[in-house]
């Protein structure tokens, strides 16, 4: 309580040294754990020939439907156009890194924005597959199959390097990226170059 | 570090209650289009009733969903909004506090004592706080009323509920409102001015 209250005093006298700003907004963070857990499930306790199996897909093929409608409809940070799939941003984001200097990125930086769209895709692909998998016409076609389980060797690799690129981004630029995704906003040191 | 994701305040708790809404019906959306997609396939003809109404509550899904999306993003466009005010309403606040603790010339160790006072802090605390005997703070806090010219705890944090509730108060850079030489014969002298433009 006491200490509490020493913390509080201590923040204002040092305001304007790290500020909260609201990055992700409760859709986004639904559907990103929402996602999270339908690939954790599906992935592993969920017998990927019972039709749940098949559900939960559905269910991820849904929220990335959601999400991508929301990309166009939605608030500044969840638009498309904060995180614009770039490579040429994205070298110039790697020089930085590579040269030590800290850019920070409100909406994903371009690297991890890369990240996203991959994800997004191996998911829609996963679903798409899948479904074929079921239909009359495609089932038992061994190039659908190949490409379903090929595709989620795909995802597994791009979720370890999703929680790596995180892992790293927090250590390198300092703001809680996973906090961020439960909270919604990022501590924002003040006075840093934003993008 | 807070991490509570259940938000406290209402607007935040609309907002989150709003997304899973959207969430849901987008879903049940999906659902019903894959199903009418399948229906369609089997045997297309829109002239059955129930695959007509089928049809139609897809869309009204459909529509529904992006209605409530467009509303969520006003929404936090709103709690946008009122959050820079807010920021602006605190950085102006600390302005006017410094200038008040500058006109007074207090001590380093006052402005503590006097921020934890306008905190609501008692001087039990406080010391405790500032790891001192409760008798230095009682004589800071003295000195502070005394520089303030205010007569105690409940006068000295009216001068700044004074600041706020003015008119005034954040109107660009009217240098009156901040102005202390104005409160340095107490809040009594200020009182009819601020019920002025309080009103």
């Given at each position: ?5 020493v ?12 500020r ?23 992935s ?61 990125h ?90 | ?88 309403a ?48 009682r004589?800071q ?36 409102t ?22």
């Amino acid at each position: 309580m006491t200490l509490g209250s020493v913390m509080t005093t201590d923040q204002s006298r040092g305001r304007g040294s790290v500020r909260e700003v609201a990055v992700w907004d409760p859709l986004v963070r639904l559907i990103h754990w929402s996602l999270a857990l339908a690939i954790l499930l599906n992935s592993t306790i969920i017998d990927e020939d019972s039709k749940v199996h098949a559900w939960v897909g559905y269910t991820a093929l849904g929220l990335v439907g959601t999400r991508l409608l929301w990309a166009v409809i939605g608030p500044k940070h969840a638009r498309f156009s904060a995180f614009p799939p770039s490579p040429m941003r994205t070298v110039r984001y790697l020089r930085a890194v590579f040269a030590g200097e800290k850019e920070l990125h409100l909406s994903h930086n371009p690297l991890g924005a890369l990240m996203v769209y991959n994800l997004w895709l191996t998911v829609i692909a996963l679903g798409v597959t899948g479904h074929m998998m079921t239909t009359i016409s495609f089932y038992g076609v061994d190039w659908v199959e190949e490409a379903h389980e090929i595709a989620f060797g795909w995802l597994m690799a791009s979720v370890a390097l999703h929680v790596a690129g995180v892992a790293f981004d927090t250590w390198h630029s300092g703001v809680n990226l996973v906090r961020a995704m439960i909270v919604g906003r990022k501590n924002w040191p003040k006075g840093r170059e934003t993008e | 570090m807070k991490w509570t994701s259940w938000p406290a305040k209402p607007k935040e708790r609309r907002a989150t209650i709003l997304a899973g809404l959207i969430l849901w019906q987008a879903l049940c959306a999906l659902f019903f289009i894959g199903d009418v997609i399948e229906d369609f396939r089997e045997d297309g003809h829109l002239d059955d009733p129930h695959l007509f109404l089928e049809t139609i509550a897809a869309l009204a899904l459909v529509a529904g969903v992006m209605f409530l999306m467009v509303e969520l993003r006003s929404l936090l466009a709103r709690m946008g909004d009122m959050q820079v005010g807010l920021r602006v309403a605190r950085g102006n606040m600390a302005d006017v506090m410094k200038t008040f603790f500058d006109e007074w010339a207090l001590t380093d160790a006052e402005r503590d004592v006097a921020i934890m006072i306008l905190k609501g802090l008692d001087n039990e605390t406080i010391a405790e706080v500032r790891s001192t005997a409760s008798g230095t703070v009682r004589a800071q806090a003295t000195s502070i009323y005394a520089k303030s010219g205010t007569h105690g705890r409940a006068q000295f944090i009216s001068l700044f509920m004074e600041e706020l509730m003015s008119g005034e108060f954040g109107g660009g850079d009217s240098g009156e409102t901040r102005d202390p030489s104005r409160s340095q014969s107490g809040p009594a002298a200020t009182g009819p001015k601020g019920q002025e433009t309080l009103f």
